[in-house]
């Protein structure tokens, strides 16, 4: 163990009242900031305005929360997100929402897998033109609600009944609720459908 690790206190990873605090603390809000990489994501200071204030922070300086709202600015690669949200969330694996929606990323990546609760996730009005990307999510067993209209893909012929077959985990899309109905239709045939409707 170096120095610099010897005086920083480990978290208890099952404590309740950090856990709540986690739950129930502020979003970080990165939104609207004109961001174009996530590499310096540390350096930028989050808005406080829509969460009438910013998260606590903890024991290590990073925030207390399981919100990152990054929402709104000009990302064309999600490339160093679980870096960033590393160096400055305080546990990075509780976290339940991330919000990349109104940027310009065609490809979504892996950089979400790490964040096993994650269960939230706006990537709406984006670039995605690939519905294969959508599958790339598929290891998010808490992933409860997506968004994905605004992309060239929510164009695709059953474009619903494709994202449901290739994610059946999900409760909501786009703001609605997935009908029973449209549980029962989706099937493997669905997935050879490719063709956007202009």
């Not at 609720?177 to 202009?198: F, G």
Request: aromatic share 8%.
């Amino acid at each position: 163990m170096n120095d610099s690790n010897r005086n920083v206190p480990k978290l208890l990873h099952t404590d309740p009242k950090l856990l709540q605090d986690i739950k129930l603390g502020k979003p970080l809000d990165y939104s609207s900031k004109g961001l174009r990489m996530l590499n310096n994501l540390i350096n930028e200071t989050p808005l406080s305005v829509r969460v009438h204030g910013m998260p606590d922070r903890g024991v290590n300086k990073k925030f207390i929360c399981g919100a990152i709202w990054l929402n709104n600015n000009y990302l064309t690669s999600l490339q160093g997100l679980n870096k960033s949200i590393e160096e400055l969330l305080e546990l990075p694996a509780y976290l339940t929402w991330i919000d990349v929606s109104h940027n310009e990323f065609k490809n979504i990546g892996q950089d979400f897998l790490q964040f096993k609760n994650l269960s939230i996730l706006y990537m709406h009005g984006n670039q995605i033109n690939d519905i294969k990307e959508v599958l790339k999510l598929k290891p998010l067993s808490k992933l409860r609600t997506l968004t994905l209209h605004g992309n060239p893909i929510s164009r695709l012929t059953k474009y619903r009944n494709l994202v449901l077959f290739y994610l059946p985990q999900i409760k909501s899309l786009d703001f609605s609720l997935i009908t029973r109905q449209e549980r029962s239709v989706a099937s493997p045939i669905l997935c050879t459908v490719n063709k956007i409707i202009n």
